[in-house]
């Protein structure tokens, strides 16, 4: 057993002049006073995406932390969930007792993101980066027109989900974008890719994250209610978008079922979803993939606002990479959501007698997936 | 100034770039398990042999999906719109790259496109068949 003890953000939105240690830092302090713990009890570190070519390595360093247990493993935006599930594994193995996953990213105030880069394309890359289809939005406004040709899924029900996103982070004080949007709003949004509207897409933000998680010997005096890792899955299918075997199912269906099975329940046991939402595409893509709906189903399960909040499917409570927060690599923040939601500590976004929840994480260009069922 | 991308072909890659300079699209076939491979790759990625011939595709093949991009690269920007799709070849491979010759209102999925090797650089475009 392993529980999930303290989860922080950083600051988020636009912070500089800090920097992505910086964030890292501050949201791992805060996370470890959240369960009470210090740097000295930490001896699991698992990190990707920050700065340098070792992330678990440079916050080691940062933090004065000599782990017995690293990873830094990186299938992209997914990464943090995965590390969930290691941590997960390396405690019930008896190789630490108090892991420590960090998260950091000035991509908004260091404007670092771009669409694409010129020049020599080497690699595996070198037959899709010459075409100038801009990453990471073209990939997924591929996987949207097929779903769209498959099983008829509208603009408007792409639209649902973002319209519904942001209604749960007018109820977040810390997320970026609170103002209402119409489902119209979003269709008038400018294309970026189609079948891709600007609102389908996620935010471009600053922002860090902290999540411990702890032997279930360490979560027997915790300050605050342990969540309890029920079940986890991972896996992924490609890296580049034209060797997905399938563009309409996600690696989620792989990572989603070993997650369930692990954890034994199904979809409908569970009372709040927290799922990667790059694009408005992608939380279709999974809502289908761990098996909320049927396959081609969830442009019409998503219809009605159903995911919105006062929705009988509450999902994406803080606001998502939509609207609340989105620097880069997004999975960190499904894990403190949900974590928050079965603490029942989410104020005006708390979800009623929220007892079992489901963080997804996607990577890459609907690359990766990782799944985690967490329970009180 | 960035410049727009080309490919750098590496000892796997090169005979499929030079396929394209001399206007050809060449694709592998392993000569364990017969199957058609793209990318090009130094082992199989079905049987796990090792060798693997290179054979002109026939350049014919459908759209499996596509989309219209208008917010692009900086390199692209003044070519906007335009169309990236992928392209399940009739050898059974599938290949990301641009149509030409046809509007971005008229392209639909599971549209007969062939190759149409243009451009600079030299790329394996496809248009209408």
Known sequence: MAAIAGVAESDLGEVAPKTAMQLQAEAAREALAEAGLTFADVDALLSAGGDGYAPSMAIGEYLGITPRYTDSTNVGGSSFVVHAGHAYRAIQAGLCEVALITYGSTQRSAASRTLGRGGGVRGTYQFEGVWGLPAPVGPYALAATRHMHEYGTTAEQLAEVAVATRKWASLNPKAFMRDPITIQDVLASRWIAQPLHLLDCCLVTDGGGAVVIVSAERARDLPRPPVWILGHGESHTHLGISSMPDLTTTPAALSGARAFGMAGVTPADVDVVELYDSFTITVLLTLEALGFCGRGEAGAFVSGQRTAPGGDFPMNTNGGGLSYCHPGMYGIFTLIEATRQLRGESGPRQVEGARVAVANGTGGVLSSAATVVLGQ | ?129
């Open chain 2, 1 to 129: 100034m960035s410049e727009r991308a080309f490919p750098v072909p590496d000892a796997v890659t090169r005979p499929f770039w030079d396929g394209v300079a001399e206007g050809v699209l060449r694709i592998q076939r392993c000569r364990g398990c017969g199957r058609h491979v793209f990318y090009p790759r130094a082992v199989c990625p079905f049987c796990m042999e090792a060798d693997l011939e290179w054979v002109e595709a026939s350049g014919a093949g459908v759209v499996h999906s596509f989309t219209v991009v208008h917010r692009a690269p900086p390199d692209y920007r003044d070519e906007v719109p335009y169309v990236v799709a992928l392209v399940d070849l009739a050898e059974g491979v599938r290949m990301m790259t641009r149509l030409v010759d046809v509007a971005p209102a008229g392209v639909t999925v599971g549209m007969p496109v062939e190759v149409a090797i243009q451009g600079e650089p030299r790329l394996p475009y496809f248009r209408p068949r």
